[in-house]
């Protein structure tokens, strides 16, 4: 075991356990806030601090493990794919929830300070027919 | 005496019958199609789990017990072939699921399609209107 | 083969705090008063459970378990999306 | 090494009938879209139905048993299909009446606007059907009951715009879909006791469990018994025994009338068979769960069987639909078969038992030929008059003389008239209850039958001599009416010929069901394992 | 909150009924050991010491379900065909295509949209992973066809049907793609006996490896070094179009947009469809 | 007998425990969306159960079908028909 292994697989705890650190906060925070706005904010903390870091940190470790045997690299590989789509697709993800229900209204903004977005849709906004064809469709 | 892991291991079991009653009880006596649909997946996934519970093995000696798949099959090893048959869990059950899934996702679809039909021509989904025929 | 390394211990060690992390969630994801509320729980719950799945591999001395956690992470986007749209008031495929 | 060809065929038959399904799409895209598809449906059921011809002869001839492994494994590592005369004669008929069935449907053609979907999930109906009888593996049997069940499914819900149909198939479905899943745990069960699935391999264990570990026997009997009261729930649902009757009157007046000639023929008999190779081969007489439960649970398939026929002949006689008149009277047949199925109970001569299932296995045939001449006729009557009301029907079958006879001929059959099938096929069933010694089960064949007649002449009545009320239509026969004159004269000859048919039979379900049997199908298996293993 | 009265019940009892059971009966817990079939399985799924018993895949869970169970699987992936048919006779009638004009936006946000614009091609090119290495790493054709069937669901929801429509991607092109893959199961189903039938030597169906009954056809193990198992690496690639290709075109017809549809369906309706 | 064992049984049997409550709450919930989404949380525990029963591949298979597309159909079908159950 080289050096550079030590300090990989070091390396890799420590973000390991700053996402099982961070994943407690997440989890607690998305009992104790009171609405769904708020617990967005605690959502993203749980997938970025929570899932991204450690996933990171696991292919860190797996990267310097020699125990792990040929398929490491593999396993390094697909952690940080993993990682990735997760930070691609959670913040993705958390938005459209949030859109759809604002949009829907199910959910009051109840402890509310101020709602930009509902100022900014409420709006008149110009919704005109247009014809398919332009960008997402077309005659057949 | 048990162990901790029997233990363990009979609540996991009992958990499954639970929601195999649970399930039973969803489709025979919810009158809603697509309550009676949900049911119908979750006593298809219940059911593989009992398959995969049946093929599980416990650890041997403290080493976990292992997926299996023989990863080490480069090395052309006959001792590594032993240990991997000596801690592997049993794949029979795990093939047995693979197609059982597959044929559950067929069926429920097949089943959602239907309700969808029914619904257009009654306009409900629940059994109790749905009843144009004597029985 | 027997005894456990360092890292086997480590992550023994860290599991508990992530299991505590997911029964508030679960308990979240269950009581949610609105559908946004559950669906995001079950959203972070999942994430998190891909990591916890690819920390576990590590553990089991398992590399060729980590597919799981890609499609894990791939098809829960996927019901973000659809209660989205749902929520949204159109049609899956409009 | 030298080509073993009756194997071969036996392993080619079923996955051939696969191909035939996947492959239509594509052609159908080449070949046009109308007439093609049918055309190929047609080819499938031949070639199945000559294949399923030779491989009954092989296995007559021969009198032994044909194992395939599929891949060359051997039998409980692989997959195998085992062919004994008892399922074989089951396949011969069943792939017969299926090329019938598929020229009906040439003919009913007209009614389908998309006709592709519904031909591929014929040739689906009838892989699942050849499938089920041929496997000599529990789990493969699950997967062909799927493949019968959704084809069935999607074939009574094929006119989708009848509200009727719908609520048929959900009705069907969703139970069969609860019932298959249950039939997995049995499996589950299956293998966590005896570590095999394999029919030929259970039926040994069972065996040699009784004679080498009796302390074994309490627990394992138990388990036993719960896997096989649950796969007979799915059997005895597929071929709507009393109390799983209910989809039946449903399902098969809503399908397509070759799809109800079918499932009424058919299908029914698909679970039929798989109770007597539960009971039979696999548990049989000398196996675990003999001495404590095989009489009970044979005791309970008598029960049921006896209350559905007695149901369906008294309910058929309340019809007014003459489609619902005969999936009543299937109902009531069904009973009749599992109270000959129920014959084999501890302390009955070995020789009664060999006759009652002989009877069991000619009643298949007779019923199956003469439920689907039934329904075919009656979809001419049908189309005719455009309604399926007896009222409506009154005399439309003057109109069409040799489909009328023929209709009459399938239900004097049905009714068990002298010179016909059905009569003997209830004089057998007599004798052997009564040489069992069971003197009430012999005088409910008679009862049964004498209530059944009600309904039978009233169908009758209205359809071929009531006056008519109104004028129907007539429609061209295009020459269907000679398929039908056919069907009617095989089941003359089925009567006519009934001292070498019942000679045969009882010489199937001695070779197959019972004692020497049930040991050619174990040593079979060794026989299959060994060789396959070449070592 | 009866709800949560039940469901500590529930628990309660659970916990208490594990406990009695586990004192008192061991026979429901797994062992250390496995049954003798699941050894065998295990140990000859990779054997290269003996070419007449292994199917040459080290992964045991594949091995079994296309090679010594294949015939299992050949008519899962009919029941699955067959439901897929099933559908769509249901189905017939609903027109597939694009309507003249919508109001409105389609799909969601555009910070949606553009997300899923970068990731279909991550998605298939891991489905691909999963699945032509099915015989090497867990997975195989319907795990990976399930993984790719991610790509058009993705883009069908967040932009709309009628972008996977204008871009050919409808139900014959579809179902077009799933007949090849099936007859390409089809075909390598039934590929031992039509090389035997060619050359003269007896095969079996579903053969994959030499066996002692058929020891001159075999499908190869090793391609250019590679180990691609026989017949396990075609089977899962022709799974793999089968059952995306299956998976979209239940998409497309489940999330139609009904009400742009709706006319002509409530007309075919009226006329009565059959007597 | 192992430490490890224990610990990863235990927390697999607590995962089958709150299975079971979210198949008590999907089949008595009257509001099917949300019967649908608790059956998604069983599916999700369930996949992790698979996993700690060592079969990968069935999770591979498992997770589309019942996390990804189980969901999917049933949200178009309520979609289009109806989300309130009638009691």
Redesign the interface.
């Known amino acids: 075991m080289t050096l550079l292994d030590i300090v990989l697989?070091v390396i890799g705890?420590i973000m390991?356990?700053i996402?099982?650190?961070a994943?407690?906060i997440?989890?607690?925070g998305?009992?104790r806030f009171p609405n769904?706005y708020l617990?967005?904010h605690?959502?993203t903390i749980?997938?970025i601090w929570?899932?991204?870091l450690?996933?990171v940190g696991?292919a860190f470790?797996?990267a310097g493990?020699k125990?792990?045997?040929e398929?490491?690299w593999?396993?390094a590989g697909?952690?940080l794919?993993?990682a990735f789509?997760?930070l691609i697709?959670?913040p993705?993800?958390?938005h459209?929830?949030?859109?759809?229900?604002h949009?829907?209204g199910?959910?009051p903004v109840e402890p509310k300070v101020v709602d930009h977005l509902e100022e900014d849709e409420s709006m008149p906004t110009s919704q005109e027919t247009r014809e398919i064809g332009e960008e997402e469709g077309g005659s057949p | 005496m048990i162990t901790l892991s029997e233990y363990f291991m009979t609540i996991l079991i009992t958990c499954m019958i639970v929601n195999l009653g649970l399930a039973l009880y969803g489709v025979f006596f919810k009158p809603n199609l697509i309550k009676k649909i949900i049911a119908l997946t979750i006593l298809g996934d219940t059911a593989n789990t009992f398959a995969l519970i049946i093929g599980y093995r416990m650890w041997v000696?403290?080493?976990?017990s292992?997926?299996p798949?023989f990863?080490e099959w480069r090395s052309n090893n006959p001792l590594l072939l032993f240990?991997f048959t000596k801690t592997a869990v049993d794949p029979l059950p795990q093939a047995l699921v693979l197609t059982a899934i597959v044929i559950g996702l067929a069926v429920t679809l097949f089943l959602v399609f239907l309700t969808l039909q029914a619904w257009k021509i009654y306009r409900s989904v629940d059994m109790r209107d749905i009843r144009r025929l004597k029985g | 083969?027997?005894?456990?390394?360092e890292?086997?211990m480590?992550?023994?060690a860290?599991?508990p705090?992530?299991?505590?992390?997911?029964?508030?969630?679960?308990?979240?994801?269950?009581r949610g008063p609105?559908?946004?509320?559950?669906?995001?729980?079950?959203?972070?719950?999942?994430?998190?459970?891909?990591?916890f799945?690819?920390?576990?591999?590590?553990?089991?001395?398992?590399?060729?378990?980590?597919?799981?956690?890609?499609?894990?992470?791939?098809?829960?986007?996927?019901?973000?999306?659809?209660?989205?749209?749902?929520?949204?008031?159109k049609?899956?495929?409009? | 090494m030298a080509w073993n060809i009756p194997e071969l065929i036996t392993g080619a038959v079923v996955p051939l009938l696969a191909v035939f399904a996947f492959t239509l799409p594509l052609l159908a895209k080449v070949f046009g879209e109308k007439k093609f598809p049918g055309i190929w449906a047609l080819i499938a059921s031949v070639v199945a139905a000559v294949m399923s011809t030779y491989i009954f002869t092989v296995v007559w001839g021969t009198g032994k048993d044909i194992v395939y492994g599929f891949g060359g494994w051997p039998p409980p590592i692989g997959i195998s299909y085992e062919v004994d005369p008892f399922n074989a004669v089951i396949a011969v008929f069943t792939a017969w009446v299926m090329v019938l069935i598929t020229i009906y449907s040439l003919w009913y053609n007209r009614h389908f606007d998309e006709p592709e979907w519904y031909y591929i999930l014929l040739i689906g109906l009838e892989a699942g059907m050849l499938g089920c009888l041929y496997t000599g593996d529990a789990f493969n049997l699950f997967v062909m009951i799927e493949v019968l069940g959704i084809s069935a499914y999607a074939l009574v819900a094929y006119h989708k715009n009848r509200g009727e149909a719908i609520e048929a198939a959900i009705k069907y479905g969703i139970i069969g879909a609860t019932a298959t899943t249950l039939y997995f745990i049995g499996l589950v069960i299956i293998y966590g006791v005896y570590g095999t699935l394999n029919m030929g391999q259970l039926s040994l264990l069972n065996t040699e469990i009784y004679y080498q570990r009796p302390d074994l026997i309490a627990s394992i009997g138990v388990a036993t018994l719960l896997a096989v009261s649950l796969a007979l729930w799915v059997f005895t649902y597929k071929s709507a025994l009393f109390p799983n009757h209910f989809w039946l009157p449903d399902a098969h007046p809503e399908a397509p009338t070759p799809v109800s000639a079918a499932l009424s023929g058919l299908v029914v008999n698909i679970g039929v068979y798989a109770v007597a190779r539960f009971m039979y081969t696999i548990f049989g007489p000398a196996s675990t769960i003999a001495p404590y439960y095989r009489d009970a649970v044979l005791t309970a398939l008598f029960i049921m069987g006896f209350a559905g026929a007695f149901i369906g002949a008294i309910m058929m006689r309340a019809q007014k639909d003459l489609k619902r008149l005969l999936a009543y009277s299937t109902v009531s047949h069904t009973g009749l078969l599992y109270m000959a199925l129920a014959i084999g109970m501890s302390g009955v001569p070995q020789a009664a038992v060999a006759l009652g299932l002989a009877a069991m296995t000619y009643h298949v045939l007779t019923h199956g030929l003469g439920k689907a001449l039934l329904f075919m006729s009656s979809g001419v009557f049908i189309d005719s008059a455009e309604t399926r009301d007896l009222d409506g029907l009154a005399g439309v079958g003057r109109k069409y003389p040799l489909v009328s006879a023929s209709f009459i001929i399938g239900f004097l059959s049905l009714m068990g008239l002298l010179p016909l099938g059905g009569f003997f096929s209830k004089l057998m069933l007599y004798q052997a209850f009564m040489d069992a010694g069971m003197l009430i089960p012999a005088l409910a064949v008679i009862v049964v039958s004498a209530i059944s007649v009600l309904g039978y002449a009233k169908a009758m009545y209205s359809v071929v001599f009531a006056t008519p009320t109104r004028e129907h239509r007539v429609i061209r026969l295009h020459g269907i009416h000679y398929m039908l004159a056919l069907m009617a004269v095989g089941l003359i000859l089925l009567g006519v010929l009934y001292p070498w048919i019942s000679q045969g039979l009882v010489h199937v379900a001695n070779s197959s069901l019972i004692g020497p049997g049930v040991r050619e199908y174990q040593e079979a298996f060794v026989r299959a394992f060994h060789a396959l293993l070449g070592r | 909150m009866k709800h949560w009265i039940g469901i500590c019940i529930l628990i309660l009892t659970i916990l208490a009924i594990s406990f009695v059971v586990a004192a008192n009966i061991n026979v429901l817990v797994p062992s250390t050991n496995v049954r003798t079939l699941a050894e065998i399985y295990l140990k000859y799924t990779y054997y290269p010491w003996d070419k007449y018993f292994t199917a040459m895949s080290p992964e045991a869970c594949t091995s079994i379900v296309w090679d010594f169970r294949g015939l299992d699987t050949v008519f899962e992936t009919m029941v699955f065909y067959l439901a897929i048919i099933g559908a769509i006779a249901l189905a017939r009638g609903v027109p597939l295509k694009l309507p003249r004009e919508i109001k409105g936006e389609?799909?969601?946000s555009l910070i949606?949209k553009t997300v899923t614009k970068i990731v279909p091609v991550l998605?298939i090119a891991?489905a691909g992973s999963?699945a032509l290495h099915g015989h090497l790493?867990?997975?195989g054709g319907f795990?990976g066809g399930a993984?790719a069937a991610?790509a058009p669901?993705?883009i069908?929801?967040?932009f709309?049907?009628f972008y996977l429509l204008k871009r050919g991607v409808n139900k014959n092109s579809m179902l077009l793609l799933r007949s090849i893959g099936l007859t390409g199961i089809g075909i390598t189903a039934f590929a031992a006996v039509l090389i035997g039938l060619a050359t003269g030597h007896y095969a079996f169906v579903l053969q994959n490896q030499p066996k002692p009954l058929a020891p001159d056809i075999s499908l190869p193990a090793f391609v250019g070094g590679q180990l691609i198992s026989g017949s396990l690496w075609f089977f899962n690639f022709f799974e793999f179009l089968a059952v995306a290709a299956g998976f979209t075109i239940v998409?497309?017809l489940?999330?139609?947009?009904?009400?742009l549809a709706e006319a002509k369906e409530e007309k075919h309706v009226a006329e009565g469809g059959e007597k | 007998m192992s430490?490890?064992e224990a610990?990863?049984l235990g927390?697999t049997a607590?995962a089958a425990i709150?299975s079971t409550?979210?198949t008590y709450?999907a089949i008595m919930e009257r509001d099917l969306?949300?019967a649908v989404?608790?059956s998604?949380?069983q599916s999700?525990i369930y996949?992790?159960i698979y996993?700690?029963l060592m079969a990968?591949d069935i999770?591979?298979v498992y997770?589309?079908v019942a996390?990804?597309l189980y969901?999917?159909v049933i949200?178009?079908l309520?979609?289009?028909t109806t989300r309130e159950e009638k009691p």
């Open positions: 697989i705890e390991i356990g996402g099982a650190l994943d407690l997440a989890a607690i998305m009992n769904f617990r967005l605690a959502a749980g997938t929570g899932a991204f450690p996933l696991a470790v797996a493990c125990c792990l045997g398929y490491r593999f396993m697909g952690a794919i993993t789509i997760i697709l959670g993705a993800g958390s459209a929830l949030a859109r759809g229900t949009r829907s199910i959910v | 000696a403290g080493v976990p292992r997926p798949v990863t240990v | 083969m027997t005894g456990m390394t890292i086997q480590f992550i023994l860290i599991l705090i992530y299991v505590a992390a997911f029964i508030l969630y679960t308990f979240r994801a269950l609105s559908i946004s509320d559950m669906v995001l729980a079950i959203d972070a719950m999942s994430y998190d459970l891909a990591a799945l690819v920390i576990l591999a590590i553990y089991f001395k398992q590399p060729i378990l980590i597919p799981v956690a890609i499609a894990l992470a791939l098809w829960i986007y996927s019901l973000d999306i659809y209660v989205s749209k749902y929520l949204e008031g049609e899956l495929g409009e | 389609l799909g969601l949606v998605i891991v999963i790493t867990p997975g795990q993984t991610v669901v993705l069908l929801v967040v709309s049907q998409f497309l489940i999330t139609l947009p009904e009400k | 430490y490890g610990f990863l927390i607590l709150f409550i979210a709450m969306l949300k989404i608790f998604a949380i999700t996949a992790f996993y700690m990968p999770d591979l997770i589309p996390v990804g969901p999917a949200i178009a309520i979609k289009k």
